[in-house]
């Protein structure tokens, strides 16, 4: 069999360990069929940003746990997990030289599942937007155009997946960031319920709760298997989700039954909807409804503009703490040139934020989250665009002008106090969620939620999204496997794929 494995593309990641288990192929072969991938892909779409060729190789000749992916090349994001001996950058100046001495859990978990790290996927700096262009990787391309951004922040892991490099990998959500990416490049992401995917032993809680691992993949399946291989409690966590009456897995397939739908294209936080968005979730409500289920328009009520800068608020006070705390692991103070211009200012406005503001930002936050629970009272799954537009050029999302240069005078000069002025807040949140005005909010509840590539419209996919009542992605897995089946998608390919160049 050829070393490369040209049959590769054409299997998920549980399809591949299936082959590995019957002899078909060896863990090697499938290494160096992802290496040769890279190699021949990633140049053009920039979405692997750390090579472990040799390590990925020792790995695959040595003794692999009889895990459920045996064998199955797997990329990390360089955000969040920490896998030891590998420098783990955070998409940022600050971090780059670091390397880690300990795994995370969630690492420990992938090899003991038997998956072999090839390498480690581009995200933005400190995983803040929505989109992956970091200054010091550059900008990730959705593999179906050139130019236009992958999504954020699990930019490179979807990419990858698009591609045809992994059928797999790795990716972290604290306000949509599987959800986008996937939307971005067309694969199945599903973010699982707070307290189901371990965050230890370096944290017990991101962004107050909201955010939490998985993975991206091409099929339903390999996501269900990947939540069970990963999904077990862990001891000191902030969070615990319920424990599941069986297997993920055992729910890909089953009948999801007479759904009560809920469908809505107006945004939970400020932001226009562009008419493909709508289109899609118009498309994907007439599905579901073609499938059996009950559908109707209607949605949780939401202050945008509250929601918005409560939200921001957190992510601003969480990132100058991550700041802080990243200062005593690296042993040197940050400085302005550490970091790009809207990340230092981020950290300055969360430095100028009390206590007690971000406090009841967070309390706001929590209630909504209890009037969101209501809402699910009536419904069993919530419909919405995964993003406000369809993937954008680079770069269109930073401020541009008189804009851009008042903020790096404001950032060179560290002009705090201006970062107190009345509606500050307000504008920068209407700025960062133009694009993202819908994930958010299931960070805030913990629900599980999916964004399903069910449509795409001039060459692009568009994702639509369900969120579930929290604990529930039996739910999510059972409606998925079943949207899988009458709109299948995991066997498109994008322009740039490995398989094809």
């Known amino acids: 069999m050829s070393s490369t494995f040209e049959d590769y593309g054409s299997h998920d990641a549980l399809g591949l360990a299936d082959l590995v288990r019957r002899g078909e192929v060896t863990p090697t072969e499938l290494v160096e069929a992802a290496i040769a991938r890279i190699d021949r892909v990633n140049p053009k779409i920039n979405a692997v940003i750390t090579r472990m060729d040799a390590r990925a190789r020792e790995a695959a000749q040595g003794d692999l746990p009889a895990g459920p992916f045996r064998g199955v090349p797997f990329l990390a994001k360089d955000l969040v997990t ?48 929505p989109v992956t262009e970091p200054a010091l990787h550059g900008p990730t391309h959705t593999p179906w155009r050139v130019g236009l951004t992958s999504g954020g922040s699990s930019g490179g892991s979807a990419a990858a997946v698009a591609a045809g490099i992994v059928p797999m990998a790795h990716g972290g959500d604290g306000g949509g960031s599987i959800r986008i990416p ?33 993975v ?42 007479r759904l009560r739908i809920a469908f809505t294209t107006r945004p939970h936080l400020p932001g226009s909807v562009h008419p493909e968005c709508v289109a899609a979730v118009q498309d994907a409500a007439r599905l579901c409804e073609e499938l059996g289920h009950e559908v109707e328009e209607a949605a949780p009520e939401t202050d945008q503009g509250r929601f918005a800068a409560d939200f921001l608020t957190i992510v601003a006070v969480e990132t100058a703490a991550d700041i802080e705390e990243a200062e005593a692991i690296i042993g040197r103070r940050a400085t302005r040139h550490d970091f790009e211009t809207s990340t230092w200012l981020l950290r300055m406005m969360g430095r100028q934020l009390s206590a007690p503001t971000a406090a009841a930002a967070h309390k706001r936050l929590q209630r909504l989250a209890r009037e969101v629970g209501q809402f699910f009272e009536r419904w069993d799954v ?60 299931a960070n805030v509840t913990g629900q599980p939620s999916m964004s399903v590539p069910l449509l795409w419209r001039d060459g692009l996919p568009l994702g639509s999204t369900f969120t579930a009542r929290f604990g529930e992605e039996a739910t999510l897995l059972r409606l998925a496997a079943q949207l899988e089946q009458a709109r299948p998608w995991k066997d498109r390919r994008p322009p740039i794929h490995a398989f094809d160049l």
Not at 224 to 232: G, I, S, V
Request: hydrophobic share 40%; charged share 20%.
């Open 382 to 441: 919530l419909l919405t665009p995964t993003t406000g537009a369809p993937p954008v050029r680079h770069y269109e999302l930073q401020p541009k002008g008189a804009e851009a240069l008042l903020q790096e005078a404001v950032a060179a000069a560290n002009l705090s106090p201006l970062m107190r002025i009345p509606g500050v807040i307000e504008q920068m949140a209407g700025r960062v969620f133009e694009f993202v005005p819908f994930t958010p909010l």
């Open 216 to 257: 991206l993949t091409r099929s339903v399946r390999d996501s269900a298997a990947m939540l069970d291989a990963t999904c077990a409690p862990e001891p000191g966590a902030a969070h615990v989700a319920p424990r599941p009456e069986r297997p993920f897995l055992d729910e890909v397939g089953v009948d999801p039954g």
């Open 182 to 214: 996937a939307a971005c490049c067309g694969c199945f992401g599903l973010k699982p319920s707070r307290g189901r995917s371990p965050l230890g032993p370096d944290a017990s809680e991101l962004w107050r709760g909201f955010a939490v691992e998985h």
């Open 82 to 129: 920490r896998v030891k001996g590998v420098r783990f950058t955070q998409g940022s100046r600050f971090w780059a030289s670091y390397v880690p001495d300990h795994d995370s859990e969630l690492a420990r978990r992938w090899r003991a599942a038997g998956l072999v790290l090839v390498g480690k996927t581009n995200t933005p700096e400190l995983g803040i937007t």
